[in-house]
């Protein structure tokens, strides 16, 4: 009876979220962004995420002009749907609103080669696709043993050896997605923000930063952070004029 109790719930939860959803989808489609983006937060905060709400959150703080707030859902949604054209696409625009301008350190043909591989899918989805490979090599070595035919035994041991290399090549792939997981980044969300040479008020003023621009965390000692921007540059912030993308 529990059992049952608890299916009726996720079905009755399901329903809400998609009935909020849909209500949403309306308020953007009739210009009314502030309540869509109210509705979609609601979603969010019941436990359910994507890359669907996330872009819909982003689409919504971009209608009203919110900089910070479009950059940090895009990238929310890119973290998820690495290779969305739609996401991809939006995130550029949400981009472009930043004041601040900064060219992004080269980077030679093999990394890009590595982040296209890495970017195919989400780290859930190499996880996933890991399981499948190595239950397609049990399988296929199963087959090879229980298997009384000469054919079928070189066509289920060469099968097991390329899901074998392909298994190992998958692991190696999790865990530089796993690596690159680690790596914090945020969005500035004060207007403007001080960047110091410690974390410090009395060190060198380095620069300014402007709101909706992405920075790598690198550090935090209390109330400051200290940051990478995508030249390289190194600097600290206060903790409170950024979220974490996490």
């Not at 971009?62 to 910070?68: A, R, V």
Request: hydrophobic letters at 45%; proline letters at 2%.
């Amino acid at each position: 009876m529990k059992i049952i109790l608890i299916f009726l719930s996720i079905l009755l939860n399901n329903q809400v979220v998609e009935d909020l959803f849909e209500q949403s989808n309306d308020f953007y489609t009739n210009g009314d962004y502030q309540n869509a983006v109210t509705g979609y937060l609601d979603i969010l905060e019941s436990g359910y995420e994507s890359a669907e709400l996330y872009f819909n959150i982003g689409n919504s703080f971009y209608k009203l002009n919110n900089i910070p707030d479009s950059n940090f859902y895009y990238e929310k949604a890119k973290s998820i749907s690495p290779n969305d054209e739609d996401v991809l696409t939006n995130l550029s625009f949400a981009q472009n609103l930043r004041i601040d301008k900064i060219e992004v350190l080269p980077v030679t043909e093999i990394q890009n080669l590595k982040l296209s591989i890495l970017d195919l899918f989400s780290e859930k989805g190499w996880s996933v696709t890991l399981i499948v490979l190595i239950w397609i090599m049990c399988f296929s070595s199963i087959f090879y043993i229980l298997s009384n035919d000469s054919k079928f035994k070189r066509l289920f041991f060469s099968v097991s050896i390329i899901f074998l290399i392909l298994s190992s090549l998958t692991i190696f792939i999790n865990l530089e997605k796993k690596k690159l997981s680690e790596i914090k980044y945020a969005i500035i969300y004060d207007k403007e923000i001080e960047v110091w040479s410690e974390p410090n008020k009395i060190s060198e003023l380095k620069f300014l930063l402007h709101e909706g621009t992405k920075v790598r965390q690198v550090d935090i000692i209390q109330d400051w952070v200290s940051i990478q921007l995508e030249n390289g540059t190194l600097g600290w912030v206060q903790l409170s004029s950024l979220k974490i993308l996490d």
